[in-house]
């Protein structure tokens, strides 16, 4: 896990990841937004049909970002499932895997909006939101308390930069001194840009933590196209 830039909400910092997960050191926990899992079954079911290992590859990201940080809690900032028959679909081999990693780490599950009412025979506990010390945890952002700070998940978020003569686009965390909204970690998620409406009045001065091929990389909102 690259620990060449932090995020810092209310005094407690965040190591984004190259997965898209973060890493909490102060509360050993590793959050990770939207695996949305079963995904690609989903697509298929309506025509649109790609190779069905979605499920399968990001557990195995997740489990090598768990391997990196070692979290004593697995939190998930929902729409871990793509829809409420996701559970259902999912290959016998994918869900022992999955209940090998809720095994061995104290997992939450925040329901979303994809996955208002998780499985619960996954491993781990379900609940709406939570609190991480001075952090809320949820998976839509809300209009925050003048003391509040959040992280949450949902929008899928991605910038583009201009560097050398070309364009950069890649999913990132974007930030400000109050909130964060992380980017999606399952592997057919789409990524939407922080200069769409949806982003509007979410953030002050924010920066954007883009995920490059080696690296996460830093940027100012003036950098942001």
């Given at each position: 896990?690259?620990?060449?830039?932090r995020?810092?909400?209310?005094?407690?910092?965040?190591?984004?990841?190259?997965?898209?997960a973060?890493?909490?050191?102060?509360f050993?926990?590793?959050?990770?937004?939207?695996?949305?899992?079963?995904?690609g079954?989903?697509?298929?079911?309506?025509?649109?049909?790609?190779?069905?290992y979605d499920?399968?590859?990001?557990?195995l990201?997740l489990?090598?970002?768990?391997?990196?940080t070692?979290?004593?809690?697995?939190?998930?900032?929902?729409?871990?499932?793509?829809?409420?028959?996701?559970?259902?679909?999912?290959?016998a081999?994918?869900?022992?895997?999955?209940?090998?990693?809720?095994?061995?780490?104290?997992?939450?599950?925040?329901?979303?909006?994809?996955?208002?009412?998780p499985?619960?025979?996954v491993?781990g506990?379900?609940?709406e939101e939570?609190?991480?010390?001075?952090?809320?945890?949820?998976?839509?952002p809300?209009?925050?308390?003048a003391?509040?700070?959040?992280i949450?998940?949902?929008?899928?978020?991605?910038?583009?930069?201009?560097?050398?003569?070309?364009?950069?686009?890649?999913?990132?965390?974007?930030?400000?001194?109050r909130?964060?909204?992380?980017?999606?970690f399952?592997s057919y998620?789409?990524a939407?840009?922080?200069?769409?409406?949806?982003?509007?009045?979410l953030?002050?001065?924010?920066?954007v933590w883009?995920?490059?091929?080696q690296?996460?990389?830093c940027?100012?909102?003036?950098?942001?196209?």
């Amino acid at each position: 896990m690259s620990r060449s830039h932090r995020i810092t909400l209310s005094g407690i910092d965040f190591i984004p990841d190259l997965s898209g997960a973060i890493f909490a050191p102060e509360f050993s926990a590793l959050l990770v937004a939207d695996l949305h899992l079963e995904k690609g079954t989903s697509l298929a079911r309506r025509g649109v049909h790609l190779p069905p290992y979605d499920t399968r590859e990001s557990l195995l990201q997740l489990e090598a970002a768990l391997e990196a940080t070692r979290p004593r809690r697995l939190i998930f900032l929902g729409d871990s499932f793509h829809d409420q028959g996701a559970r259902e679909r999912i290959d016998a081999a994918d869900l022992t895997l999955l209940r090998s990693i809720t095994a061995r780490v104290e997992t939450v599950w925040i329901t979303g909006n994809h996955d208002p009412a998780p499985p619960e025979d996954v491993g781990g506990i379900i609940i709406e939101e939570m609190e991480l010390g001075p952090v809320s945890l949820r998976h839509q952002p809300k209009m925050l308390r003048a003391d509040e700070a959040e992280i949450s998940g949902h929008l899928h978020p991605a910038a583009a930069i201009h560097a050398r003569g070309h364009r950069i686009r890649c999913r990132c965390f974007i930030a400000d001194h109050r909130r964060l909204i992380m980017p999606a970690f399952g592997s057919y998620t789409g990524a939407l840009s922080v200069r769409s409406e949806a982003f509007k009045g979410l953030f002050g001065d924010f920066h954007v933590w883009m995920i490059g091929d080696q690296a996460v990389h830093c940027f100012p909102a003036a950098r942001v196209r």
